[in-house]
Nanobody, 112 residues
Framework: QVQLVESGGGLVQPGGSLRLSCAAS????????ITWYRQAPGKQRELVAD????????NYADSVKGRFTISRDNAKNTVYLQMNSLKPEDTAVYYC?????WGQGTQVTVSS
């Protein structure tokens, strides 16, 4: 059974930082591309960043380039999303995805 569990969300002030984690089980993690998505209230889910199986290739949405960094630790079956210089428009539920599997999401709220 594949499980993806996100953590690390919370309430942060504009300009602050958070690091999200997505821990996977039941899947050969190291062979898969991992993707972070987010969905804000009333908006469609959007791709935030993805990372290749070996971690050597990453891609980012234009809205987060230069502020967010995706990384992975295949030994720990975990992918991370370091989010810096957070803005109110980054407020959303953040999800990780591996193939057809999704986590339950973690809420990120950026507000003063």
């Amino acid at each position: 059974q594949v499980q993806l569990v996100e953590s690390g969300g919370g309430l942060v002030q504009p300009g602050g930082s958070l690091r999200l984690s997505c821990a996977a089980s039941g899947i050969i993690f190291r062979f898969n591309i991992i993707t972070w998505y987010r969905q804000a209230p009333g908006k469609q889910r959007e791709l935030v960043a993805d990372i290749s199986s070996g971690g050597g290739t990453t891609n980012y949405a234009d809205s987060v380039k230069g502020r967010f960094t995706i990384s992975r630790d295949n030994a720990k079956n975990t992918v991370y999303l370091q989010m810096n210089s957070l803005k109110p428009e980054d407020t959303a539920v953040y999800y990780c995805r591996v193939r057809e599997y999704w986590g339950q999401g973690t809420q990120v709220t950026v507000s003063s």
